[in-house]
């Protein structure tokens, strides 16, 4: 599974980089304050009143799912896409798991924006993570091919034990200690929902043992990310600003 290991690897770089070079002090144990998460990519309502922000605002529907809070949110993420991702890369081919996994970040994000509070700072690759769940659920119910259906059966149990919990207030909050962004769990389950039936209407018949498209699927991952470069870049050119802001007002 070289794409799922290599997403790890990027998200770890990723969070490493929040950590070495915060813009304040760390607020725990490898836990980045709110001004960390808002200067690596986190995205917010309220972003749209600061300029600086709002240059790089369309970009924040990506990178956001590239931020994590703190150790234990990146863990279990990075667990949950080492499963379900590996899934999506096996079935669906490298190509159209980009798709899914970017478009669900994108619509866990617009949830975020839509229904939480105008301050409420959205993080984290759960929104991306609950589309591949919700992909790989679709798939093995709708297309994967198992005359004798224990793997379909295995992979619908599996994905389903992870994503409904996922979408139950509460439950996230018991089992990490954290907050959770049931607005992204739902916006991203939704969109690779959607993504996925895309795919099987239009480029997946039911005597495939994959979907088609490598074509269709190829310039849309390109340009996703090519999108998501796009936003990194910009973020780092406006990090230097963004800390110099936050520590003026925090003094």
């Not at 997403?7 to 001004?35: E, M, R």
């Not at 990519?41 to 956001?64: C, H, K, N, Q, V």
């Not at 909050?173 to 099987?200: C, K, N, R």
Request: proline share 4%; with cysteine.
């Amino acid at each position: 599974m070289p794409l799922t290991t290599g997403f790890i690897v990027f998200h770890a770089l990723y969070f490493f980089a929040q950590v070495f070079f915060p813009v304040l002090p760390w607020t725990g144990f490898l836990q980045s304050d709110i001004s960390t998460l808002i200067a690596f990519g986190g995205i917010f309502r309220g972003m749209f009143d600061f300029p600086i922000l709002a240059e790089s605002a369309l970009y924040r529907f990506l990178t956001a799912g590239f931020v994590h809070g703190d150790f234990i949110h990146f863990i279990l993420n990075m667990l949950c896409l080492y499963m379900a991702g590996g899934i999506v890369e096996v079935f669906f081919g490298r190509l159209w798991y980009v798709v899914v996994y970017f478009l669900a970040i994108l619509a866990g994000a617009s949830f975020s924006l839509i229904f939480n509070a105008p301050e409420t700072v959205s993080v984290g690759a759960s929104g991306g993570i609950m589309g591949l769940l919700a992909a790989n659920i679709m798939m093995a119910k709708f297309r994967l091919y198992d005359p004798k259906g224990h793997l379909r059966n295995a992979i619908f149990r599996e994905n389903l034990s992870i994503l409904i919990p996922s979408l139950l207030p509460f439950i996230g909050e018991l089992t990490s200690g954290h907050a959770v962004d049931l607005s992204a769990h739902f916006g991203g389950a939704i969109g690779g929902s959607l993504v996925a039936g895309f795919i099987f209407f239009v480029f997946w018949p039911k005597v495939d043992l994959r979907p088609k498209g490598k074509w269709f699927s190829g310039i849309i991952a390109l340009g996703l990310i090519l999108f998501a470069a796009q936003g990194i870049h910009i973020l780092s050119s406006q990090y230097s600003v963004i800390k110099k802001d936050f520590l003026q007002h925090n003094n």
